[in-house]
Antibody
Framework: QVQLVQSGAEVKKPGASVKVSCKAS????????MHWVRQAPGQGLEWMGW????????HYAQKFQGWVTMTGDTSISTAYMELSRLTSDDTAVYYC???????????WGQGTLVTVSS | EIVMTQSPGTLSLSPGERATLSCRAS???????LAWYQQKPGQAPRLLIY???SRPTGIPDRFSGSGSGTDFTLTINRLEPEDFAVYYC?????????FGPGTKVDIK
């Protein structure tokens, strides 16, 4: 069965960077885009961008361009999302989600809480 | 950017009742790129409906979707206790992908 397992919670200081991992299993990792979505406490869902693990190509929401980097390692079926220059506004749960052109985000990771605090 | 709005913000209903949730887009969305997600506290969202009206394997048929253009609807027939949650609509045909703010369905 399809599973996306994310890395554990992180606490970071303002100005630092965070890298969240998402290990995929149960399907061909390189065959589907991986999206990242975040959710601030008590708030809605915000799409950040995607990576094509097969080509390494990426597409980021304009808001995140210049400070998010999405990568993938097909040898271990793992996607990564790195966010730099963190501020308290980046405190959120970060989700990876498998993306399929016709079906949207059909499988999601369990989420990784990133807390930014001095 | 396509802005998605949802109404009502909260829907208070009893088990067994029907829930009707609305989603409106700021510009026309292709019906093949409109999805609905369910999210319970402390959990990741779950895909309920894609392509406006298609259900993934395992989603009960009491969930149905309809609509076109800028107006879409999620209907939940005969609410079960496990259906009380927050529901988000999403358009994924245009970048950036955008979600609505959510409708909370709670127990009356």
């Amino acid at each position: 069965q399809v599973q996306l397992v994310q890395s554990g919670a992180e606490v970071k200081k303002p100005g630092a960077s965070v890298k969240v991992s998402c290990k995929a299993s149960g399907y061909t990792f390189s065959g589907y885009y991986m999206h990242w979505v975040r959710q601030a406490p008590g708030q809605g869902l915000e799409w950040m961008g995607w990576i094509n693990p097969n080509s390494g190509g990426t597409h980021y929401a304009q808001k995140f361009q210049g400070w998010v980097t999405m990568t993938g390692d097909t040898s271990i079926s793992t996607a990564y999302m790195e966010l730099s220059r963190l501020t308290s506004d980046d405190t959120a749960v970060y989700y990876c989600a498998r993306g399929e052109v016709m079906t949207g985000h059909d499988f999601w990771g369990q989420g990784t809480l990133v807390t930014v605090s001095s | 950017e396509i802005v998605m709005t949802q109404s009502p913000g909260t829907l208070s209903l009893s088990p067994g009742e029907r829930a009707t949730l609305s989603c409106r887009a700021s510009q026309s969305v292709s019906s093949i790129y409109l999805a609905w997600y369910q999210q319970k506290p402390g959990q990741a969202p779950r895909l309920l409906i894609y392509g406006t009206s298609s259900r993934p394997t395992g989603i009960p048929d009491r969930f149905s979707g309809s609509g076109s253009g800028t107006d879409f609807t999620l209907t939940i027939n005969r609410l079960e206790p496990e259906d009380f949650a927050v529901y988000y609509c999403q358009q994924y045909g245009s970048s950036p992908i955008t979600f609505g703010p959510g409708t909370k369905v709670d127990i009356k």
